[in-house]
C-alpha cells in the first residue's frame, strides 16, 4: 500500500479511480482509499473480496469468525504451520488455478496464475496470512467514496464443484448482504 501512495504523490497524482483486482488488488486499493481519501475519487474492485468466508463450517474454518477470532486462528495456526511446512510446489498445487484467473482464455489465466506465484515464498504465505486476518467489510460500510464492486459470475455448475467452489468464498460470500440498504 505504501508504494502505492508513493507513487501517487511522486507523480502528483490525485483524485484517481482507483482500481483492485481479485484478492490482493481489492486489499491494496482499499486500504488506500480508506487511509487516502484525499487521493482518491472513486473505488472499483473487481473480482474482489472484503474477507474469505466459506461455504460451509469446516474444523479448519467455521464460518462467521470475528476479526478477533481471524487473527488468533492465523497467528496461533496458520501461520506457524504455513511458513514451516509449505514448499513452493505446494503453493502452487494449492492456490488459484489459470481457470481461476481466466475462464475464457486458458492461456492468459495460466499467465496470471504463474504471475501471481512468482513472488518469493514468505511474501506469499505472509500476504495470505495477513489477507485471512483482515475484513475490510466495516471500513467499506463507512466508506464516503463512490464505490463500482464488480462481481464474477458464476454458474451453480462452480459452485457443485467441491474442488473449485472455494472461490466463491472469496468472490461471493463476503459480499452477502454488505450492501442491503445502500443505494446503488
Not at 486462528?73 to 481466466?102: C, E, H, I
Not at 457443485?160 to 460470500?173: P, Q
Request: net charge positive; proline share 5%.
Amino acid at each position: 500500500m505504501a508504494g502505492v501512495v508513493k507513487l501517487l504523490e511522486e507523480k502528483k497524482l490525485a483524485r484517481v479511480v482507483l482500481v483492485g483486482h481479485f484478492v490482493n488488488g481489492t486489499q491494496v486499493a482499499a486500504r488506500v482509499a480508506f487511509e487516502h481519501p484525499e487521493l482518491v475519487r472513486a473505488l472499483v474492485l473487481l473480482a474482489g473480496t472484503t474477507r474469505f468466508e466459506p461455504l460451509q463450517s469446516t474444523p479448519y474454518w467455521p464460518q462467521g469468525l470475528t476479526l478477533e477470532q481471524k487473527v488468533k486462528m492465523v497467528d496461533q495456526g496458520l501461520a506457524p504451520r504455513w511458513f514451516k511446512t509449505v514448499t513452493a510446489k505446494t503453493w502452487v498445487a494449492g492456490n488459484f488455478t489459470a481457470a481461476d484467473y481466466s475462464a475464457v482464455d486458458g492461456e492468459r489465466g495460466k499467465v496470471f496464475a504463474e504471475r501471481a506465484n512468482a513472488p518469493a515464498l514468505p511474501v506469499l504465505i505472509r500476504w495470505l496470512c495477513e489477507f485471512h486476518a483482515s475484513d475490510l467489510g466495516p471500513a467499506l460500510d463507512a466508506l464516503t467514496l463512490p464505490l463500482l464492486v464488480v462481481s464474477p459470475g458464476f454458474d451453480e455448475a462452480l459452485r457443485a464443484d467441491a474442488k473449485r467452489n472455494y472461490v466463491f468464498g472469496y468472490c461471493d460470500e463476503a459480499w452477502r448482504g454488505r450492501f442491503a440498504g445502500r443505494a446503488n
